[in-house]
T-cell receptor, first 116, second 111 residues
Framework: GAVVSQHPSWVICKSGTSVKIECRSL??????MFWYRQFPKQSLMLMAT?????????EQGVEKDKFLINHASLTLSTLTVTSAHPEDSSFYIC????????????FGPGTRLTVT | DAKTTQPTSMDCAEGRAANLPCNHS???????VYWYRQIHSQGPQYIIH???NNETNEMASLIITEDRKSSTLILPHATLRDTAVYYC????????????FGKGITLSVRP
């Protein structure tokens, strides 16, 4: 099956700094990518949907100025957590599907962010 | 997208079939039933999806009732590595259709 990678797999940063997480589709072109967040013992919560070359669509309650999403190419999307705070510590997961939304959505392995 | 309901947890013995139920009584005609699983601290893994007919792949079988109001995921020979949270999701087919995760069912496979 198709592979989605994320980098880094884990990151620790200090409060007030910004962190960028990369999501890449390795063997297919991802017209749409999704970013999820998962707190301990909770389910995945969709943060935003991004289409290549256009602005991301954020879910209600997600601050677009805090979580900057860029989907500059068909194989790369980035999530930047700006001015991170300890409450932003979470597991961030990206996913993508190719041209057909009927087929399976492929998920990355996730990035564990810890803000100290 | 239609809401799905699943039991909170279940267990089964290694080597036996695991039957995971899911209710989606308000599913609409263009919504597919998808199953994903998440092993601890990993990204979700696609298992199978279907619309009306039963489906089978190398991982599992999906049985959808004729009225499409419920379905069952079958892992034919569960192993310890199948211990995970399993999510049943109803998703439409629009261009920006998205997977919305509920709480899922925690499957524990015991030796």
């Amino acid at each position: 099956g198709a592979v989605v990678s994320q980098h880094p797999s884990w990151v620790i940063c200090k409060s007030g700094t910004s962190v960028k997480i990369e999501c890449r589709s390795l063997d297919f072109q991802a017209t749409t990518m999704f970013w999820y967040r998962q707190f301990p013992k909770q389910s995945l919560m969709l943060m935003a949907t991004s289409n290549e070359g256009s602005k991301a669509t954020y879910e209600q309650g997600v601050e677009k100025d805090k979580f900057l999403i860029n989907h500059a190419s068909l194989t790369l999307s980035t999530l930047t957590v700006t001015s991170a705070h300890p409450e932003d510590s979470s597991f961030y997961i990206c996913s993508a599907h190719d041209r057909s939304p009927i087929y399976e959505q492929y998920f990355g392995p996730g990035t564990r962010l810890t803000v100290t | 997208d239609a809401k799905t309901t699943q039991p909170t947890s279940m267990d089964c013995a290694e080597g036996r079939a695991a039957n995971l139920p899911c209710n989606h009584s308000t599913i609409s005609g263009n919504e597919y039933v998808y199953w994903y699983r998440q092993i601890h601290s990993q990204g979700p893994q696609y298992i199978i999806h279907g619309l009306k007919n039963n489906e089978t792949n190398e991982m599992a079988s999906l049985i959808i009732t004729e009225d499409r109001k419920s379905s069952t995921l079958i892992l034919p020979h569960a192993t310890l590595r199948d211990t995970a949270v399993y999510y049943c999701i109803a998703k439409s087919t629009g261009a920006n259709s998205k997977l919305t995760f509920g709480k899922g069912i925690t499957l524990s496979v015991r030796p």
